[in-house]
């Protein structure tokens, strides 16, 4: 296996390829805090993309709600476990080093673990090039199993370890789990292919699937750790995501030759989420974009964490984790991050503040934005600490330099006249 630098795991690991990658990473953050988990992104992806014969059971796009919810059924603690024997095997202990953490380069510190990569590289001989498994049709027949089902504070008698951390008077929780095809930077699910009919785009790092080569060989579906490749029985091949590209290239005639946000993105009611295009260097780290919004979120603020870091297919969907869910359930999911990333989040500073409303104010896509202050409208005590509030405008501005949306923090109020009180 060739040598590729992985910033997630802040060092090279192992992986089938020479690393190549695209001038610009499709990539999106979703803050799990606002999901009401509507389903709409779900049935936005189904009417548009899975409607058809053989496609009935593929959400490429589902909400799950954690810890026991998973499309497929128990899908990621599946992967923990394979990871775990292997660690076990190996006589390895999946540690991160936080002391090496290091800017925007590193800003997980180091994980000393095996990803999946290294594990099945660990197999004398080696089967495949990475753990895992294909799912059951059982396991495909309920996508939103477990909804709402919480769990209690405790994992078993006598262990504390889940203990929720913060609205202590709750002493169940669950979240939701929004969850796509990430475009991965090193995609598990075209390393695996014997056909090599995985593919990813140059221009936005877009993974897809070339419907003509594939053979139906589904070491796809195995290998990818999140389970986004999915086979097709009808056609005898498999289908993935496929970053609803034509909006990306925008082919959309809603707004002609302007890249817009897929559709899962564009209808959420809960603007939870938003996406972007962030800028490669040749060696594969993100160029510093700084008024990016995916790029502030990721690398600045440090407010939004990969899934599941450890996995290893450096994974380029973001998630801001839940603040009230227990802190080790988080950090095995969202990596060491997870208590910086929930304490800025809890208490926003002024710009964290006012790039979070451009969350869903546009279905275009955000290139570069900017913060025209406003006047302090609000004082409070957050967690024993002074918290100010200023109503300060924030500027979004597309790819050709014109602005396509402009919020501020506070909420405009609008009062209808008399002579509309009673109409639409
Ligand atoms: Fe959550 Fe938005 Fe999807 Fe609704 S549309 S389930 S709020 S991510
Ligand atoms: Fe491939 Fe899975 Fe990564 Fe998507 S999430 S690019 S299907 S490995
Ligand atoms: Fe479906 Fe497009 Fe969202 Fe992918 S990006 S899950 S294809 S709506
Ligand atoms: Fe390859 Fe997956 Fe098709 S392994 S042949 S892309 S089913």
Redesign the pocket.
């Known amino acids: 296996m060739a040598k590729v630098y992985n910033w997630h795991l802040g060092r090279d690991m192992s992986y089938p390829y020479e690393g190549a990658y695209p001038e610009r990473q499709w990539a999106f953050v ?1 803050n799990i805090n ?9 049935f936005a992806c189904k009417s548009t993309w899975t409607f058809s014969k053989g496609q009935e059971y593929m959400w490429w ?1 589902n ?1 799950e709600t954690k810890p026991y919810g998973g499309y497929p059924q128990g899908w990621d603690v599946k992967i923990l476990q394979l990871l775990d024997q292997a660690h076990q095997q190996a006589g390895l202990p999946a540690r991160w080093d936080q002391s090496r953490r290091d800017g925007a380069e590193r800003p997980y510190g180091t994980y000393d673990g095996l990803t999946i990569f290294e594990a099945a590289e660990r197999a004398n001989p080696q089967q495949e090039v990475a753990i895992g498994y294909e799912p059951t049709d059982q396991e495909w027949s309920a996508p939103n199993f477990y909804e709402d089902t919480p769990t209690g504070a405790t994992s078993s008698p006598g262990d504390t370890t889940l203990e929720p951390v913060t609205l202590p008077e709750h002493k169940t929780w669950f979240f ?1 789990l ?1 969850r796509l095809c990430n475009h991965c930077t090193y995609p598990a699910c075209l390393a695996a292919c014997p056909r090599h009919a995985i593919y990813k785009r140059p221009e936005d790092g877009i993974v897809l699937i070339d419907q003509e080569r594939c053979r139906g060989y589904r070491k796809c579906v195995a290998a990818c750790p999140y389970k986004k490749t999915m086979y097709r029985a009808t056609t005898r091949v498999s289908e993935k995501c496929v970053g609803c590209y034509p909006r990306i290239e925008g082919k959309d005639p809603l707004y002609p030759g302007q890249p817009l946000e897929t559709r ?1 993105m564009s ?7 938003i996406q972007g295009l962030v800028p490669m260097n040749p060696d594969g780290s993100w160029t510093e974009d700084r008024y990016n919004p995916i790029y502030y979120l990721v690398k600045v603020a440090k407010v939004a964490l990969p899934l599941y870091p450890q996995f290893g297919t450096e994974p380029n969907g973001y998630y801001i984790p839940p603040r009230w869910a227990p802190r080790t359930y988080l950090h095995q999911m969202f990596g060491p991050g997870v208590d910086d990333a929930i304490e800025r989040y809890s208490n926003p500073d002024r710009e964290l503040l006012a790039v979070m409303q451009l969350f869903r104010s546009t279905q275009q896509i955000i290139f570069r934005y900017e913060i025209i202050q406003g006047p302090k409208v609000f004082e409070a005590t957050v967690g024993g600490r002074k918290w100010e509030m200023y109503n300060d405008t924030v500027v979004g501005y597309g790819k050709d330099g014109q602005e396509v949306t402009r919020v501020s923090v506070e909420e405009g109020v609008q009062e209808r006249p008399m002579q509309y009180i009673n109409s639409l």
């Not at 209808?267 to 939870?272: A, M, Y």
């Open positions: 979703f606002r999901c009401i988990a509507c389903q709409t992104c779900s796009n909400v939701y929004q899962c209808v959420c009611p809960g603007k939870i989420r």
